[in-house]
């Protein structure tokens, strides 16, 4: 490796510099202090894990997500966490094993071996909250409504949540009898949205009501005007679609009550995520950004794995992301002291004084010329705080 070399990053692997890597620090600890607020105990999972418990449960597209690396003391295979969801709801399940509703919120760097997109970064720091034990519609608004008032409160502006539920797709794919090379292809051109390819696809099958249902999904996205039209183009399919329709009506009722200032589109044919979703399936957009700000859904069969099967809803977003939307911010000016006051009792009350009530006090050192607007001197037997307006910048 030349030396020109030798600070080269790989793709996606980026460091975090003053002052975003600031910013981003002061939104984690706001986002924790809100999900703390609503009751969500902050975990903090492993960064790596054995594979088989990393895995179980989540799903092919995670696997290939996973950088993989040995475990030199037990032989054993281990993954890097590529997304902290499994990994709480295996802590649920094994770990925790508590009755009733239980509500958990972590922060944690993630790393994936490619990004979602081109420019993405391959170490996001996901943030985000999960809720086991609850079966029904008010804790996916819950978790909908936690994600929505996070993301607003980080400055999201002209935000547009996308609904969908990918337990109308299982559905009618386990009432039509499709050959299983033609159901992982259906899976393939719907989570890729190549969705002119459909009719090629499913023609052979065509006669049966449940294929000419999927067909239809591609066609149902939009405004909530889309669930009208579902209720047409699917009159007839399996009660549990005609259900999940139902849920995504009084969603869509509530959020827009909620939150008038937030666009809704519904996308029924929607497969996003990595494969453990089971319901409903939503993504948080802003015009701004080519890729989802935050991600969630439905996923009640997860823990089943790991001997407690319980109903599960969440959400993650990535931080990195996220404060890369806010105005830059300006760290406040500090205020500067002479070392020397470290050997001064009264000067080295002040300073920590000082610190406590929230300002940045650094020391000149030795042969540091003094500067800064704000300056701790030494005058008439005591120190004071100045301001010098030639240093105050413009
Ligand atoms: N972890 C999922 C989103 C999610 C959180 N909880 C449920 N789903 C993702 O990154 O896509």
């Known amino acids: 490796m030349s030396l020109a070399d030798s600070w080269l990053l790989p793709d996606g692997m980026g460091e975090v510099l003053p002052p975003q ?15 703390h607020s609503w009751g969500y105990d902050l975990v903090l999972p492993p960064k790596v894990e054995f594979l088989e418990s990393l895995l179980t449960g989540a799903g ?10 040995m475990d030199q003391l037990t032989g054993r295979m281990m993954g890097v966490s590529a997304d ?3 990994q709480v709801a295996r802590m649920d399940a094994h770990s925790m094993r508590q009755q009733g509703v239980t509500r958990f919120c972590y922060s944690s760097e993630v790393l994936r071996t490619h990004a979602d997109n081109l420019l993405g970064s391959r170490s996001p720091i996901q943030i985000g909250a999960e809720m086991f034990g609850h079966a029904g519609l008010q804790s996916d608004l819950e978790i909908l409504s936690l994600m ?5 409160l980080a400055g999201a502006e002209q935000l547009c949540l996308d609904l969908g539920h990918v337990g109308i797709y299982r559905a009618l794919l386990s ?4 050959p299983s090379e033609t159901q992982a292809e259906l899976f393939d ?32 996205n939009g405004g ?15 009660e549990s679609v005609i259900t999940a329709i139902d849920e995504l009506e009084a969603l869509v009722q509530a959020l827009s009550a909620a939150y008038p200032q937030v666009q809704l589109y519904l996308d029924l044919s929607e497969l996003r995520g990595f494969h453990y979703h089971t319901g409903l399936v939503f993504a948080a957009y802003v015009p701004q950004l080519g890729q989802a700000l ?40 500090p205020i500067y002291a002479p070392a020397s006051i470290l050997t001064d009792a009264a000067g080295r009350a002040q300073v920590s004084q000082l610190r406590r009530q929230g300002e940045r006090v650094i020391l000149t050192l030795p042969d540091e010329a003094e500067h800064g607007a704000r300056r701790l001197v030494w005058q008439e037997g005591q120190w004071m705080l100045q301001t010098f307006e030639s240093e105050v910048q413009a």
């Open 21 to 35: 890597a600031r910013q981003i620090e002061n939104l984690r600890r706001q986002l924790l202090d809100v999900f």
């Open 60 to 69: 092919h597209d995670l696997d290939l997500q996973t950088f993989k690396v």
């Open 84 to 86: 902290v969801t499994p």
């Open 148 to 152: 929505t008032d996070s993301l607003l």
């Open 175 to 178: 009432a039509a009898s499709l």
């Open 189 to 220: 051109l719907l989570q890729h949205k190549r969705l002119d390819e459909l009719p090629a696809l499913l023609a052979p099958w065509q006669d049966q009501p449940a294929v000419a249902w999927l067909q239809g999904l591609s066609q149902l």
């Open 224 to 238: 909530p005007e889309v669930l009208a039209r579902a209720r047409q183009v699917l009159s007839g399919a399996p």
């Open 294 to 333: 935050a991600k969630g859904g439905r996923y009640d069969d997860i823990g089943r794995a790991f001997g407690r099967a319980r109903p599960a809803t969440g959400f993650s977003t990535d931080l990195k992301i996220l404060a890369s939307l806010q105005a830059e911010c300006h760290l406040a000016t």
